[in-house]
């Protein structure tokens, strides 16, 4: 069975940072890229970041670049998102997501995912 949990998240103050982990199961994490999306109640799910299936390339939505980190272990099946300075608009519901495709050497965050984990809330308060 395919599946993908994540777990870090947590309450934070402003300024604080979190890591989130994006733990594989059921298929070779090497294969595919990974991308992590966040939902806040009321909004649309918006991507985050994402990171191919070597490491090589990744992206980040505007409102995170400079702040959060994309990276992953594939010896141990797992992507983590390093959010640094965290600000209150952070707060939402974490999901990381498997592209559908193998090998793609660049990923994207608009779409393309086929598994999803069940969620880690971050909310960033004081």
């Known amino acids: 069975q395919l599946q993908l949990v994540e777990s870090g998240g947590g309450l934070v103050q402003p300024g604080g940072s979190l890591r989130l982990s994006c733990a594989a199961s059921?298929?070779?994490?090497?294969?595919?890229?990974i991308g992590w999306f966040r939902q806040a109640p009321g909004k649309e799910r918006e991507g985050v970041s994402c990171?191919?299936?070597?490491?090589?390339?990744?992206n980040y939505a505007d409102s995170v670049k400079g702040r959060f980190t994309i990276s992953r272990d594939n010896a141990k099946n797992t992507v983590y998102l390093q959010m640094n300075n965290l600000k209150p608009e952070d707060t939402a519901v974490y999901y990381c997501?498997?592209?559908?495709?193998?090998?793609?050497?660049?990923?994207?965050?608009?779409?393309?995912?086929?598994?999803w984990g069940q969620g880690t809330q971050v909310t960033v308060s004081s």
């Open positions: 059921g298929f070779t994490l090497d294969y595919y890229a």
């Open positions: 990171i191919s299936s070597s490491g090589g390339s990744t």
């Open positions: 997501a498997k592209d559908t495709f193998t090998f793609r050497t660049v990923c994207t965050i608009g779409g393309g995912y086929d598994v």
